[in-house]
């Protein structure tokens, strides 16, 4: 069975926060040096993604569709193999989304990021929030 090596708690904090800075900033490249060559994101609304290549589409298409977006982690739990955090997003959306036409309606929700690491970069997100506050927000019957 292949086991992740472990990096301190503290390493994880830093790599995850550096991640959000970059979030912050829409700047992906440095996202994408945050991550492994095989990471994978697993949404709920948003979708999912595995590998660079794919999770550097998955971001681009919510800056797009949200070039305002922001997160703010309210709470962070860690170990030395992953993270859970809460974390409050808001974003107005101007752009498409999943084929659909912009709706100019703010969202704002708060959902949790569980986070999970491999020698020192995040190897896995998985994100946890009600898709049907945000289809609400939208005024969408459903967001796939």
């Known amino acids: 069975m292949y086991r992740p090596s ?4 503290d390493s994880n ?6 991640w959000v800075e970059a979030y912050k900033r829409h700047d992906i490249e440095r996202m994408l040096s945050c991550v492994t060559d095989h990471v994978q994101i ?3 609304a948003f979708g999912h993604a595995k590998g660079k290549f794919e999770a550097e589409g998955h971001w681009q298409e919510i800056f797009l569709a949200f070039p305002d977006i922001r ?3 309210a709470t962070i739990t860690a170990d030395d193999h992953r993270l859970a955090a809460e974390v409050d997003f808001e974003g107005t959306n101007t752009g498409g989304l999943h084929g659909m036409p912009p709706t100019e309606r703010k969202i704002s929700f708060r959902g949790v990021l569980i986070v999970e690491f491999d020698d020192g970069k995040i190897n896995e997100f998985k994100t946890y929030y009600d898709p049907s506050t945000i289809s609400r927000q939208l005024g969408m ?3 796939q």
């Open 13 to 18: 904090l830093h790599i995850f926060k550096a």
């Open 6 to 9: 472990i990096v301190s708690r």
């Open 42 to 44: 697993k949404g709920t």
């Open 141 to 143: 019957e459903i967001l």
């Open 71 to 73: 997160i703010n982690p």
